[in-house]
């Protein structure tokens, strides 16, 4: 099993319900993520080009390795809407053994 600190979560939105089911799918289709979970919609407040927007946007965490997630933000960037998507990873420090293994099967190569 990977060493802790492996595991991570990563958060991005997206502009529509659509839009962030095709990025979750296809995540996990390419085995890139183990599971992806959408939330929303949520409300953005966010300056973009010196203005203050305000968005409803769809938030989507992913579940990987740290092994895949350079494949999963180049993935994202590549099938993302946004011009600068919005791709956070944060480290999962502990969790579950079986979860975790179960992780890293979903996203092996």
């Not at 965490?61 to 960037?77: D, V």
Request: aromatic share 10%; net charge negative; proline share 5%.
């Amino acid at each position: 099993m990977t060493s802790p600190g492996q595991w991570l979560t990563v958060l991005t939105t997206t502009d529509t319900a659509e839009s962030a089911q095709q990025l979750a799918r296809g995540a996990v289709e390419e085995r890139i993520a183990a599971c992806a979970q959408i939330s929303g919609p949520i409300t953005s407040v966010y300056r973009w080009k010196g203005e203050v927007e305000t968005a409803q946007e769809w938030q989507i965490h992913f579940k990987t390795t740290e092994g895949r997630y350079p494949e999963l933000e180049n993935w994202l960037s590549h099938h993302h809407g946004y011009d600068t998507p919005e791709i956070i990873a944060t480290p999962v420090v502990r969790g579950s053994t079986d979860y975790l293994t179960w992780l890293e099967q979903e996203t092996a190569g």
